[in-house]
């Protein structure tokens, strides 16, 4: 294996690694009675910061939302929660009725045709969405993505197409913090670009043109993918009304604990035209011989079973426990809740939004309609005010936004959900205008 990859020794294939973290020593104490043991993890996790000791009004992806309790109670019954991954034709049909009715809810709450039983994450769906599109388009080589969707799922994206050496060209941001659509337009070839993908709400929270978006795209007979966040499409269009041929997104916020980054759940639905080249597996409902309903794996485009090398893609499973507190989380609301929680978002975040801006000092960057993310640009370093803000008041700040664009490394990016209150929002006003690093 050495040889093949042109290097000497395994010395020399660790030497990018510095010679302080090879020799790094495991320190582990000794053995600890029960008791002990359970205390002393307790004092280590209270050094934490969490949502549950602190407020936050970090977002960028990964949102603090409000989770049923029958979440936690229904799907941590042990029909569900097993040491085995129903994987193939020995799945349950209680496993498989759960992940048709998963799919069910996800093209009622996006207005599509299809849905799979779902992906890794919302990053790995925007990449198996670019896949899909290329297999749909047949020989066109080009993706036009807006720079506007989230930095990490295009930087999958491009983990993705590099070895299948496929263009990737970025529309850039406008100045209210929406996708230039004059740049979307001329990015896209008519005989090269096999997907336009655009996100709205996009990463900085704002309300992006997706009709107009998708009418670029099918304008140079390319895909149009929505990349979405579920809780929006309580208030906002589905991607199913604005022409969206393959939409996907992070399912984290349908009862998903922020959990440290994951597991979470990659969403993927299209029209029926996408169907064949859809990534993982469909659920469908039949019935037997004698007339009962059965639930059955339909379609499994995958490399593990006959496909072998015209597999769609290599995801060899599904977040199925994700997508069962998805699934319940949906249930538990119902059309009403979830256009109560979306309407809780918009309202309770521009409240924030005014409050922040009026403090000296800070401004809005943009001016485009929100949902639950705004951005601000402070009188001082990002860093800086989310050390404060930790520090003095015990919140958890926002978003530095400089890490991805240089261009808003004054800038800072505060979401607020359904779990905050008017009162929260005075709070982190007023430890805003208080800290030393912001007062004039």
Avoid at 172 to 186: E, S
Wanted: proline share 5%; glycine share 10%.
């Amino acid at each position: 294996m050495l040889d093949a990859i042109g290097v000497k020794s395994f010395d020399e294939l660790l030497g990018a690694i510095p010679d302080g973290l090879k020799r790094a020593e495991l320190r582990v104490p000794p053995g600890l009675p029960e008791q002990a043991l359970r205390e002393y993890l307790l004092a280590l996790s209270r050094r934490n910061a969490d949502v549950m000791t602190q407020q936050s009004f970090l977002g960028g992806g990964a949102y603090d939302h409000f989770i049923p309790t029958v979440v936690n109670a229904l799907a941590s019954l042990p029909e569900f929660v097993t040491a085995y991954t129903p994987y193939q034709a020995e799945a349950s049909q209680g496993n498989l009725q759960a992940m048709f009715e998963y799919q069910t809810a996800m093209c009622e709450l996006t207005g599509m045709d299809i849905s799979n039983s779902s992906l890794y994450d919302g990053a790995s769906a925007v990449a198996e969405a670019a896949i899909a599109a290329l297999n749909v388009t047949r020989g066109r080589r080009k993706l036009v993505v807006s720079e506007a969707v989230h930095p990490d799922y295009r930087t999958v994206l491009g983990t993705y197409m590099r070895g299948l050496g496929i263009e990737i060209a970025h529309a850039p941001v406008t100045g209210n913090g929406l996708t230039n659509l004059a740049a979307l337009d001329d990015a896209t070839a008519a005989d090269a670009t096999a997907a336009v993908i655009v996100q709205s709400p996009n990463f900085f929270g704002c309300i992006e043109p997706m009709a107009d978006a998708a009418a670029v795209a099918h304008r140079k007979g390319a895909l149009f993918v929505a990349v979405v966040n579920p809780i929006s499409l309580g208030v906002l269009a589905p991607p199913g009304e604005y022409g969206a041929d393959i939409a996907v997104g992070e399912g984290q916020p349908l009862g998903i604990p922020l959990a440290y980054g994951g597991p979470y759940l990659g969403l993927f639905t299209c029209t029926e035209h996408v169907m064949r080249k859809v990534p993982g597996r469909l659920v469908g409902m039949t019935s037997d011989r004698k007339g009962r309903r059965g639930f059955v794996l339909t379609l499994q485009a995958r490399e593990q079973h006959i496909r072998r090398d015209k597999a769609t893609s290599n995801i060899c499973t599904n977040e199925a426990l994700m997508a069962l507190r998805a699934l319940i989380h949906l249930c538990a609301l119902g059309r009403d809740g979830i256009r109560e929680v979306g309407e809780l978002n918009l309202r309770y975040s521009h409240y924030a939004a005014e409050r922040v801006a009026a403090l000296p000092g800070f401004e809005r960057r943009f001016d485009a309609p929100f949902f639950n993310e705004f951005v601000v640009r402070c009188p001082a370093g990002p860093a800086e005010v989310n050390r404060q803000l930790r520090q003095e008041a015990g919140i958890i700040g926002g978003l530095d936004l400089g890490r991805w664009y240089p261009e808003l490394d004054d800038c800072l990016m505060l979401c607020v959900t359904e779990t905050k209150t008017k009162d929260n929002i005075d709070a982190l006003a007023a430890a805003l205008e208080g800290l030393p690093c912001t007062v004039h």
